[in-house]
């Protein structure tokens, strides 16, 4: 007896067993994977299932971040050095006495001309800052110029 | 398989690789085509991870992409035959064996050769691939009630065709 083909609940209307049968027994060519398809198949896989690899840091990656804070140090560093010397000049420019740009002996002989001869001093003279504006003024002059003129000697 | 489980891919595979290639072979008409198809199916597949979570049975996902791979393939094949000629239109059901004819099975091959795609899909679906109403619905990309309608039409051509009513005689 052609019974009805075993149905889930939601199939609708049995249908014979002869039919499923016939359906599933069709003698139609079946396909045959070559184990080289497999090969490629399971080795795309395992490209794309791999863990990352971990990062290798190279010199490379990191050269312009090195390179830019190499070149903020010196920036930094010729920043501090120039503003130095502009607080140098800066106290050099008290001792400018004539106003010609350059601390020396010319400066010390136009204090010691004023001193002479009595001329009125203007406190801003008294470079050595001990309430008087004498010849140890001078000496403080002659001392600046000798020390920007000259250089250092071990 | 998110984690890198290659294992798991390694099953998954064999467990619906037949079935992908024949299922290929149904749509382009070509065993070579079907060959090219299965690997692009999985390909396609591992594409997706990381991050990618089957949110249907795994046929009823694979089904739209070796469909729309296979017919893609068969249409580049065509265009590429020299001389014109046009890959089987159902290969799949062509040949019959001498006891295929004597059991009238060559009549079915036939009957369900005439049937119109739709309905023949959803019959082999149903019946030699295995697949739930359900899952033939997700699979197809439609309705449940036109899968059950498309099935019923079909059983419908067949019960009424002479060469295939003695399946559904008691």
């Known amino acids: ?154 | 398989m998110n984690g890198g489980d290659e294992g798991a891919f390694e099953v998954l595979y064999y467990r619906h690789r037949d079935w992908v290639v024949n299922l290929a072979r149904r749509f382009s008409g070509d065993a070579d085509l079907a060959l090219d198809v299965l690997q692009e199916t999985f390909f396609y597949f591992l594409k997706k991870f990381p991050g990618f979570t089957l949110t249907c049975q795994f046929r009823s996902f694979l089904y739209p992409v070796v469909r729309n791979l296979s017919l893609t393939a068969r249409r580049k094949a065509e265009r590429g035959q020299s001389d014109g000629a046009e890959l089987d239109e159902l290969p799949a059901f062509a040949s019959c064996q001498p006891e295929d004819r004597e059991s009238g099975h060559s009549h079915l091959a036939e009957v369900l050769a005439g049937l119109s795609e739709e309905h023949r899909e959803v019959l082999l679906l149903r019946f030699v691939d295995g697949l739930r109403l359900g899952e033939i619905a997700e699979a197809m990309e439609i309705p449940l009630g036109t899968v059950k309608s498309r099935l019923h039409n079909a059983l419908e051509l067949l019960r009424e065709d002479p060469r295939t009513k003695e399946f559904f005689a008691p």
Request: proline share 8%; net charge neutral; glycine share 6%.
């Open chain 1, 1 to 154: 007896m052609n019974q009805p083909h075993p149905s889930s609940e939601n199939d609708g209307a049995p249908v014979p067993e002869k039919l499923v049968s016939a359906l599933r027994h069709l003698r139609h060519e079946r396909v045959l994977v070559p184990s080289a398809v497999d090969a490629a198949v399971l080795a795309q896989a395992r490209r794309r299932l791999a863990p990352p690899r971990p990062k290798i840091i190279r010199l490379a990656d990191w050269w312009p971040w090195l390179a830019t804070a190499a070149a903020a140090c010196v920036a930094l560093l010729v920043a501090v050095h120039l503003g130095g010397l502009w607080t140098g000049r800066l106290a050099a420019a008290r001792e400018d006495l004539d106003g010609n740009g350059r601390v020396d002996i010319l400066d010390a002989f136009a204090l010691a001309r004023r001193l002479e001869r009595g001329m009125p001093l203007d406190p801003k003279f008294d470079l050595n800052h001990d309430g008087r504006v004498d010849q140890h003024d001078v000496e403080t002059i002659v001392t600046h110029a000798v020390s920007l003129d000259k250089p250092h000697r071990s």
